[in-house]
């Protein structure tokens, strides 16, 4: 098993558990023992290399340790989840964004574009992507936390001049 692949199902396993659970796991080796078909040493040890990356941390709690996400493990996991999912139908509107994302957070606005190609988006010029499908929950989560919202703008459009070739792009053109 990759090493990215097992630190992707750890990430997932954290964020799933602080979305149902009241409370984190229990210690970083209790909590590696719990994934099943994985080697609890393996889990352990990813578990300390995502401690030293900071994406989680070990808070202690009275007499016990638990294993939560940090903001920044949580943003990793929102990332990755953040994949377009299709609509059947196309309703006839644009999506754009638009974006001024500051010269200090460069390696967001990277992070940013890489989100909206994944995504599908087009870029129509430097700052401006269009799609006809929405960004899914955690792509918009992921923009909330990462404080990114304050810089972008996301439009609706219901009418866009010489969008015959975006139509073509994403094989619409047969749909209106």
Not at 44 to 51: A, S, V
Not at 138 to 156: F, N, V
Request: no cysteine; proline share 3%; hydrophobic share 40%.
């Amino acid at each position: 098993m990759a090493e990215e692949s097992l630190v992707s199902i750890v990430l997932d396993s954290l964020w799933v558990a602080a979305q149902f659970l009241p409370r984190p796991f229990e210690t970083k080796y209790a909590w590696a023992r719990r994934l099943k078909y994985i080697d609890p040493d393996k889990a352990y040890r990813t578990l300390n290399h995502l401690e030293k990356r900071g994406m989680v941390k070990v808070e202690k709690r009275g007499e016990n340790n638990f294993v939560v996400l940090t903001s920044k493990g949580e943003l990793a996991v929102l990332l990755k989840k953040a994949s377009i999912k299709k609509e059947k139908k196309w309703d006839g509107k644009w999506r754009l964004i638009i974006f001024d994302i500051p010269e200090d957070v460069k390696h967001k606005r990277r992070e940013f574009r890489i989100l909206l190609k994944r995504n599908g988006f087009i870029k129509l010029q430097a700052s401006v992507y269009a799609s006809p499908y929405s960004l899914n929950r955690e792509a918009i989560a992921y923009l909330q936390k990462s404080g990114l919202m304050a810089y972008i703008r996301i439009l609706k459009v219901e009418e866009m001049d010489n969008d015959v070739d975006l139509k073509k792009k994403f094989k619409l053109a047969s749909l209106t």
